[in-house]
Nanobody, 116 residues
């Protein structure tokens, strides 16, 4: 089992920045990929960014150049640095951990609101 706890969400003006954190605990040796997903009201959950154990990353096109995912393996923490935020980035952001066996774990989410 893996437990995930997100933090760092909040209200920010367009053009501003936020840094999300996800602290993981449990059987971390079973985890291959860590990622961030988001879900806006009325929309399906979508992948924002993910980082593999080896450090390679993927981003959805709409956040490329603005968001950066990173991980601190020693602290079992994954970060999402979000810059140049836009109103369309408003959503609940969820941390995800994907195991080598395909099992997925989810945090409860943190709300990001981009508004003036």
């Amino acid at each position: 089992q893996v437990q995930l706890v997100e933090s760092g969400g909040g209200l920010v003006q367009p053009g501003g920045s936020l840094r999300l954190s996800c602290v993981a605990s449990g059987s971390m040796s079973s985890i291959n990929v860590m990622g961030w997903y988001r879900q806006a009201p009325g929309n399906e959950r979508e992948l924002v960014a993910r980082i593999r154990r080896g450090g390679s990353t993927n981003y959805t096109d709409s956040v490329k150049g603005r968001f950066t995912i990173s991980r601190d393996n020693a602290k079992n923490t994954v970060f999402l640095q979000m810059n140049s935020l836009k109103p369309e980035d408003t959503a609940n952001y969820y941390c995800n951990a994907l195991g080598f066996t395909g099992i997925a774990y989810w945090g409860k989410g943190t709300l990001v609101t981009v508004s003036s």
